[in-house]
Nanobody, 125 residues
Framework: VQLQASGGGLVHTGGSLRLSCAASGFIFDDGAIAWFRQAPGLEREGVSAISRADGSTHSANSVKDRIVISSDPGKNTLDLQINSLKPEDTAVYYC???????????????????WGQGTQVTVSS
């Protein structure tokens, strides 16, 4: 599985940004695709994840009221639009995919075997 992430950039507080992730290769129905982020000095944290089996999503409390999720299961894509961006959203954002991921693990980085290159999101105050 290979992952191609795009989007990111520099935006002002209150702006919006769209992140796109496309996974090539086979992801089984027990798998998931997710976005994680990591700010300097902090641990990598889950932003949003989608189940390959039923399309159910899970998002972090810090963003769930500000994101719009779009996905094409047939193409294994997961796009996020993050609105009302805050300086604390500044981080490197990573796309990830994996198989055999249960619901409780979808926001756990160690559950994912495949990672895309990170894309920097910087929100200026």
């Amino acid at each position: 599985v290979q992952l191609q992430a795009s989007g990111g950039g520099l935006v002002h507080t209150g702006g919006s940004l769209r992140l796109s992730c496309a996974a090539s290769g086979f992801i089984f129905d027990d798998g998931a695709i997710a976005w994680f982020r990591q700010a300097p000095g902090l641990e990598r944290e889950g932003v949003s994840a989608i189940s390959r089996a039923d399309g159910s999503t899970h998002s972090a409390n810090s963003v769930k009221d500000r994101i719009v999720i779009s996905s094409d299961p047939g193409k294994n894509t997961l796009d996020l639009q993050i609105n009302s961006l805050k300086p604390e959203d500044t981080a490197v954002y990573y796309c990830a995919a994996g198989n055999r991921i249960i619901a409780s693990q979808r926001m756990t980085p160690s559950a994912y075997d495949f990672w895309g290159q990170g894309t920097q999101v910087t929100v200026s105050s």
